[in-house]
């Protein structure tokens, strides 16, 4: 009875996977359907928060607390001096091989004493191994000015091996050639830095040298198990019976262990999903806190006891001193939000 | 200088206000369109799971954290042994006067020792007042049998003080109106209870005394401040001054006295637009999790170590149970997911 179980769940399985794959498919078009209503709408927040002096920042320093938590308070404070512009843009979303999935953040920067760069654009795809489905991203050079690495040299040796790895021009499908990449020097050099890098307090900057929760997977890679799943289910629903997927050998590699930031693709998430298009309601929260400021300071302080000296310096007074910034405070006759009022 | 720059404050922010709303009416639009791609694919689901036992069941036992902390062993009984039915449906989605972001939940069970109903629906309602927005609902009678009742009478009573708020029919927007029903004895009976209740155990079954996370709205309060905002948005609109809101006398009254779970509106938020929707990958997720079913029972012990005597009867082996109902285990030939896999 138990085979016999076993056999009408399995059958059951494969007529589900096809019965999800039509959600996955409306949940696409769902976010096609998002992104169109959408778009008029960022170009006229665009146009108007130009007018707006630190609407990001401000906007950041409302974060929730899944990202809240992820930023320090020095990038808190290049973040206040200055974070200009932000863009977040589905760059697939037309394109038949890409995935409305992906996204790319964009960040704009006044001229600061941190880092050259003007823009700094991260870009996520959402790619598909045989065994996993997520967003995968190249790490992003940041040109640090001397003595400014928030990151104590990570989103450098990230970049180096990104680029390492590009020479190599492995196929991330192919376990053999995949496991070239850690035999590379830019590979053990990461491993280290990151073993002696104290991970709880890693700079938000770090989200730039993301490569994958899971481990890179190329395009090439992401496609060829599109098409495997989709001959697939044409398979099953036309009754006949699937192969076995063969039985690979089982990678026990722990990818992991060169990713420089593992949580950066659920924090881009809600960036791109939840900040993105109620960046409005986030700004206008700035201006309900007053009465929450020493509580929000000594959150703060609790949040960074693991990394006292930053914190002295530019921790507990932070969260007063970007509100300051555009005169702080609740304005008259606005009618004072719940503190459970919801965010969307 | 800083009443001048307060001044553009207060025409920046009425400006975003304008803004905003247009950003939530497309967020309602957006809802409307899910929907409406999601119909035909909720119907073929609920033709097909009906084939297979327990499919809530354990789409529940595979609730995301923030529900699952939330049921309580004793409530994973209930659901393993007769929870059969489950449907979340947009009731005011067509209707001008309701919000895309009412929804119900429709919980159908078998013949069981527990309770006499075969269906408990839960209504909530999108609604507004001067400063809040979020779902209020009504509680729900639960027909316990005799001694079999999870939530200790708090159902019971919280059903009674909304039959009773009923009848004195007062103005939800009137401070002095809602004052009454603080004087009601089911009011007072319903606060010591509560304060008795060991909270930190409460039965899942207390969302069916769910009324706010702030307040009773009546739907007419929520109509007459909808209409206020519109309003307002014209005048800012047509450029014109809009008057500051008059001062109403702050209401110190905590109403989240007699408020039985007051997590339900994140929680039933959750089911709604992530495991309604996404229910066929919790479910398959039951399947692969063999491995782990050790750490699982561990996690489920720590988790209800202030109900000792409740877990030792119901709790480490539950997991386990439930999953035998359907021949437990990973089938042949499915291949292993991550368990960093995206649940969408």
Redesign the interface.
């Known amino acids: 009875m ?1 085979t016999e ?2 056999e009408v ?2 059958a ?2 494969e ?2 996977s096809v ?2 794959k ?2 996955e498919d ?2 696409l ?2 976010i096609r ?2 992104e169109a ?2 778009a008029p ?1 960022y170009t ?2 665009a146009e ?1 928060i130009a ?2 002096p630190h609407f990001w920042s401000l906007v950041f320093e409302q974060a929730p607390p899944e990202i809240d938590n992820f930023i320090q308070p020095s990038d808190s404070k290049v973040f206040a001096e200055c974070f200009d512009t932000f863009e977040v843009s589905r760059f697939e979303i037309d394109d038949p091989n890409g995935s409305p999935r992906s996204f790319s953040l964009k960040f704009g920067f006044k001229e600061n004493e941190y880092f050259e760069d003007r823009i700094l654009e991260k870009k996520f795809w959402f790619r598909r191994s ?5 967003l995968v991203s190249e790490p992003v050079q940041i040109h640090w000015k001397k003595g400014k690495d928030l990151t104590g040299g990570l989103t450098d040796a990230a970049y180096k091996l990104g680029e390492a790895r590009k020479k190599l021009a492995s196929d991330s499908s192919d376990m053999a050639a995949r496991r070239k990449e850690t035999k590379l020097t830019e590979y053990q050099k990461l491993v280290e830095l990151i073993e002696t890098s104290s991970q709880s307090s890693v700079s938000f900057f770090g989200i730039f040298s993301f490569v994958s ?2 481990r890179w997977i190329s395009a090439e890679e992401s496609a060829k198990v599109e098409k495997e799943d989709k001959a697939n289910l044409e398979k099953i629903r036309r009754g006949e019976k699937t192969e ?2 063969e039985d690979e050998e089982e990678d026990t590699q722990d990818y992991q262990e060169v990713e420089v930031f593992p949580e950066a693709d659920e924090i881009v998430t809600i960036i791109a999903e939840d900040m993105w ?2 960046a ?2 986030y ?2 929260a700035t ?1 309900d806190e007053e009465e929450d400021d020493e509580d929000l300071s000594d959150l703060d302080v609790e949040g960074f006891d693991s990394d006292a000296d930053a914190m002295e310096e530019d921790g507990s007074d932070q969260e007063v001193d970007i509100r300051a910034l ?2 702080k405070g609740r ?8 503190k ?3 965010k ?1």
Chains 1, 2 share one sequence.
């Open positions: 138990q179980s076993e769940l399995m059951r399985f007529e589900l019965l999800e039509e959600f409306v949940e078009e769902i359907k998002a209503l959408h709408l006229k927040r108007f007018k707006i045989r065994d996993w489905a997520g929760g899971y076995d997927d298009p109620n409005i309601k700004y206008k201006f555009v005169g304005k008259p006759g606005q009618s004072p939000p719940s459970k009022q919801r969307k």
